[in-house]
């Protein structure tokens, strides 16, 4: 991240680039010693900390003599592909270039491509695309909640950062270990990560031991061997602390379905489905074929016989009951269930 190598001269491949090379910029960045990127200080320093710093106590360009076109250059490790999709992300989100303003961002992002992105912005302490970015892992953390991810895809249309470019995110099952591996990176919170551990417990015991081998590099992923005892441990406990929370939820005076009795039935209709929900569990990995939009808690009322112990009134107010007390499973529960408040001290 820092100025390096300073007395080694501009080799003679180096590539300027086609996306990020503004004609009046007053810094060069070079990547991997192979694509430069000229651009502005003011907008690195807006945006970064890192870069902020750099400029302030002069090293960039001051100390050594190479330059570009006249213009100072910084020599960075970052990978060029994915600091060229970060630069854009800086230039398209909230800092004004009237004189160039065609920023041309992708419109599929990869899951690996984002995760390099994220990482960047994160050594760079890129204070306002951060939150961003984070917002995006939420965003994943919340389709890990639904079940397992399958090929998932998350419109980007809303994120400031990549407002009016129509950037769809895509992920699948098989990037779930390099996300836990990037929500640890960044320090993301401890429900961000348990959902992302939670998405590697669904995806079966193979995938637990073995990891997945990606097609692009070869390389395998594989959980680490803390966090595999992790989900090995937490596998019976996040069933049975399912299970307890939807009885107790059903069976709680304090619920909207027990205040508002549909008649006086016995078994009322919320002990109709606590008696057939406890002996035929849904499954951790619940997915929910032909329909849509399902929402996690969803899962629950949808597994195939619980429509036909409950009146519709009743069914509605027990998924109103559950949609709150999911949001204390997800956010409270697996964090302590994967044991993530002794590791994060
Ligand atoms: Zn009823």
Redesign the pocket.
């Given at each position: 991240m820092s100025p390096s190598d300073s007395n080694t001269p501009t080799p003679p491949t180096l590539q300027r680039d086609a996306d990020v090379w503004i004609e009046d910029g007053n810094i060069v960045l070079v990547a991997k010693r192979s694509v430069a990127f000229r651009l502005y200080r003011g907008l690195l320093a807006y945006h970064s900390t890192v870069f902020r710093d750099m400029f302030s106590i002069g090293s960039a360009g001051a100390e050594d003599d190479e330059k570009m076109d006249d213009i100072p250059v910084v020599h960075l490790t970052d990978p060029p592909d994915a600091f060229r999709l970060f630069l854009l992300v800086l230039i398209s989100s909230g800092f004004s270039t009237p004189r160039w303003s065609h920023a041309k961002l992708p419109r599929q992002l990869s899951f690996p491509m984002f995760d390099a992105i994220m990482r960047i912005a994160h050594k760079y302490e890129a204070t306002h695309v951060l939150p961003l970015l984070s917002c995006l892992l939420g965003e994943m953390a919340d389709q890990s909640r639904r079940g397992p991810w399958g090929d998932n895809r998350v419109d980007l249309s809303d994120d400031d950062a990549f407002a009016g470019s129509r950037v769809t995110l895509y992920f699948s099952n098989d990037d779930a270990i390099d996300a836990l591996d990037l929500t640890r990176h960044v320090g993301a919170e401890p429900s961000i990560v348990a959902a992302m551990l939670w998405q590697c417990c669904i995806q079966g015991p193979i995938y637990l031991r073995d990891g997945i081998t990606h097609d692009a590099d070869g390389v395998v992923r594989r959980l680490s061997e803390e966090d595999y005892v992790r989900c090995v441990r937490a596998l019976p406990q996040l069933l049975l602390a399912r299970r307890d929370m939807v009885l107790q939820t059903a069976l709680s005076s304090n619920s909207l379905v027990a205040r508002r009795?549909?008649?006086a039935?016995s078994p009322?209709?919320?002990e109709a489905f606590c008696d057939k929900y406890a002996r035929n569990l849904p499954p951790l990995n619940l997915t929910s074929e032909g329909s849509g939009e399902v929402i996690p808690y969803d899962g629950e009322l949808l597994w195939h016989w619980s429509r036909s112990c409950?009146?519709q009134?009743?069914?509605g107010w027990l998924l109103q009951d559950l949609r709150v007390a999911f949001k204390t499973y997800w956010c409270s529960d697996l964090p302590k269930i994967f044991q993530l408040e002794s590791i994060s001290t």
């Open positions: 009795p549909c008649g039935k009322t209709c919320a409950m009146c009134g009743c069914y």
